[in-house]
């Protein structure tokens, strides 16, 4: 099940299981790292945290990074 407001998605719950994306460099966040972390809904305890590759954010880019052109 997700956990969504009107404006995104903030978590989701799995076999007793919360998942939430953490966006705290703290935590190993950054441009092209997701965070999420694992929550057991029972006891509350962390169960663990996984880190992936954001492949829309990491850098170089070139989609978000056109080169400048000057006109002649």
């Known amino acids: 099940m997700d956990l969504r407001c009107p404006a995104k998605k903030h978590g989701e719950l ?27 809904v029972n006891t509350g305890e962390l169960v663990d945290t996984r880190r992936f590759k954001d492949p829309r954010k990491e850098k170089g880019n070139a989609s978000r990074n056109p080169s400048a052109v000057r006109s002649a």
């Open 14 to 40: 799995q076999d007793g299981v919360l998942e939430i994306k953490c966006d705290s460099r703290f935590c190993g966040a950054g441009p092209g790292v997701v965070v999420i972390h694992r929550f057991d």
